[in-house]
């Protein structure tokens, strides 16, 4: 069972549609990680949260807004998606961004189609 | 850059050991990574390896590290068909980012 908790784990929406995805994580860990994943791809970095504070964007297009209201909360804002944008949304954390001995956790991600 | 590579496919019957091979350029990795990644899942940490040990053994992994060819791989004893999924190798930069490799299908046939 993963303890990073993603929802939706599926969702499907169009262009001109306003939706946000959730990731959840009572681990105490202070960095949080946005991947966008297409299929039989490995996953690609979006953001990083560090302490709740943004950390690193890898020039993300700005449809994608993330959030992160608290330290065990992280959103992902989306608006005006393209259908290239369909993918699997994965969320991860660690203890730390910048402690090297502490791996990743992920949950199991949302499935996302845009029409 | 930082690049991992490791090769697409691996097919192997139930009961063999499957080994995984993977390859990576960063001279100063710290912490090298195993994920799992079963159809529909997230990623699910197998297991991981500091940069200073040769070897890392838990249950039916093992992972050994070659640090002079930058070469790591993760054995898996006993194959079950519950193995079959898409095995990634990343590498910890220094910049906090993980560099994964494109991943191994593992097809295990009963």
């Known amino acids: 069972d993963t303890e990073v908790t993603q929802t939706p784990k599926h969702l499907v929406m169009g262009m001109t549609n306003k939706k946000s995805l959730k990731c959840e994580q009572h681990?105490?860990?202070?960095?949080m990680y946005w991947y966008k994943q297409k299929a039989k791809k490995p996953p690609e970095l979006m953001f990083v949260?560090?302490?709740?504070?943004?950390?690193i964007n890898e020039s993300v297009p700005s449809r994608f807004s993330p959030e992160c209201p608290n330290s065990s909360l992280l959103n992902l804002h989306l608006h005006a998606l393209q259908p290239e944008d369909s993918a699997l949304y994965l969320c991860?954390?660690?203890?730390?961004?910048?402690?090297?001995?502490?791996?990743?956790?992920f949950g199991d991600g949302t499935r996302l189609s845009i029409l | 850059g930082e690049d991992v590579e490791q090769s697409l496919f691996l097919s192997v019957r139930e009961g063999d050991s499957s080994v995984i091979n993977c390859t990576y350029t960063?001279?100063?990795?710290?912490?090298l990574y195993w994920y799992k990644q079963e159809p529909g899942a997230g990623l699910q940490l197998l297991t991981y390896?500091?940069?200073?040990?040769d070897m890392k053994q838990d249950q039916r992994l093992t992972v050994l590290l070659n640090k002079k060819d930058k070469h790591l791989s993760l054995r898996i004893a006993d194959t079950q068909t519950g193995d079959s999924a898409i095995y990634f190798c990343a590498d910890l930069s220094n910049t906090g980012k993980l560099i994964f490799g494109q991943g191994t299908t593992l097809q295990v046939k009963p």
């Open positions: 390896i500091f940069s200073n040990m």
């Open positions: 949260y560090s302490y709740e504070k943004l950390s």
């Open positions: 960063d001279s100063s990795s710290t912490y």
């Open positions: 681990m105490g860990h202070r960095a």
């Open positions: 991860a954390s660690s203890q730390d961004s910048f402690l090297f001995n502490q791996p990743q956790h």
